[in-house]
């Protein structure tokens, strides 16, 4: 194979991979810990979140609890992160805290 036709496939693969990610949810790349500073309990809304952070990687509804968790992958330097945003049942934020991501290539991460 020429390396013509080995950058052209790998080029193609790439758009293709970039096609193929959540419409509005941010690469885990472009944020960090900063961003999610910004947020503020009981002001901040599920739109406001959306507007500073994107959409959530994963969401999770405990009814229970009266809580609807959204989790986003960041990065704090070299290390993978997990955030959980923590909203009301009225989609108002709570809180959010976050940690290390221990499982970088699961699709979650590790809890």
């Not at 944020?31 to 507007?51: G, M």
Request: glycine residues 6%; neutral net charge.
């Amino acid at each position: 194979m020429k390396p013509a036709t080995a950058v052209l496939i790998a080029v193609s693969a790439a758009i293709l991979a970039a096609c193929a990610w959540q419409q509005g949810v941010r690469p885990w790349w472009t944020l960090r810990e900063q961003n999610f500073a910004q947020i503020t309990p009981v002001k901040s809304t599920k739109a406001d979140v959306e507007v500073m952070v994107g959409k959530p990687l994963l969401t999770m509804v405990f009814t229970n609890l009266g809580e609807e968790v959204w989790d986003y992958r960041f990065t704090d330097g070299v290390k993978p992160h997990i955030a959980h945003v923590y909203f009301d049942m009225q989609g108002r934020m709570k809180y959010y805290w976050s940690h290390p991501d221990e499982c970088p290539f699961r699709p979650a991460g590790c809890y």
